[in-house]
């Protein structure tokens, strides 16, 4: 009599537990999309893939929650669950739009052939009432040709879309480590990744705020030779366009420090104590180079609100800043030539009750006679005894004055920073 209560028993069970197993095993995508969801995208591997397939690979609500599909095991399915910022949400719903609204086909052709493995991508776009699908056959959102072949608002998405998977999986990507040089010179390719560079920031000169390397500029080297200049936003990633300066929010250096709040670059000067009159500084810093566009940034609010007005340019690329690295003051060692506003330093052969002198006098000018006005010699102690000083100066203008016809005379305008023995 017990046998057959535990026969019945068994098969009053089995059909709940194949039922439970087949929805284990069975992706939500392949069930209706829920209500409320922004974006939802299925990839289908074909070949030495994980299994099952087809498998969510990313679900954006519109109030920002997130969903992928993992590997519970390896022949069942689990559905991981997470939130994008605010800043996120922004970017990837315009983004969407704009991929949505391009007169694009459903399905593009096959680019990238595989030999033997494929990966097909379905993604659905809800934007304004509407749905819009696209499919993409083994579509690398790193692929340098990507270019050629789809529209550049379909490669920011799913860029975008890659960005926001790598992080929901705890994986994080370094960004490449490039030249300021080599930037410009692969710009086509580079525009709107996230990149390190080393670049100089040149604060509120006469040419406006930019972001340049001098070093760029030299024969050696060959094709990335380049003297260009490009503006610069301080920025967090996802901000877009209509973004109010006090949200910025700004990290500094490798360990993820927060710099906190900061209105311009002028404040994450102060916040690392440097002199915020400073005109230039060198920094390692991590971002996206973006095409200028008039309506994009408000110049003046972008590169240093505290700069003259005049003092602003347009330039013709802009690299989004996401995170400062490094910053440090440019020194240069002085070698017979002065400019306004730059920072040198000089090792002299000081004598006791002698004018302060530099090592070598100004390269000549033809016509000109050159002189050196120091404005706080009297200040530094050491300059009192004799020996070895080590100077550290800023030019503070260069004044030309024209003495009579073919005769001019330059006066150099310096303060000391530091004498050290």
Known sequence: M??????????????ASLRAQQTANTSVCLRDTPPGVLLNICQHERGMTPIPQPRLYLRIYKDGRGEYETNRSWNALVKKKFTINDEDLREI?????????EKTPVRYPVYNQGD??????TADVYVDGAQKRIILTNFFAADRENKKHYPASLIAFMEKVEDIWLRANGIVAVPPSITFCSLMADREYLTGKLVRIWANIELG?????????????????????TNERIGYDVSVPGAVATRSRSSRKNSIDPV?????KADSIRDILRQKGFDTNIPRVRVTIEGR????TPDLYHLRERMDPEAPLHGTKHYPYIFVIERFLTVGEIVAPYVGELKASWTYADTIDHVKGTPL??????????????LIEWTNADKFPKLNRSGRKYLTFRVISRETQQMERGRWNDVYRCELIKVSE
């Open 116 to 121: 033997d493995s494929s990966k097909e991508i």
């Open 357 to 370: 002198k530099l090592s070598s006098p100004l390269k000549p000018m033809i016509h000109h006679a050159q």
């Open 205 to 225: 000169v006469e040419e406006g705020s930019y972001l340049h390397d001098p070093e760029c500029d030299r024969p050696e080297m060959g094709k990335a030779r």
């Open 256 to 260: 993820n420090k927060k710099l906190g």
């Open 93 to 101: 719903n315009s983004l969407a739009g704009a991929a949505s609204i």
């Open 289 to 292: 180079l973006r095409e200028e």
């Open 2 to 15: 017990k046998f057959f209560v535990l026969i019945a028993l068994a098969a009053a069970f089995l059909p």
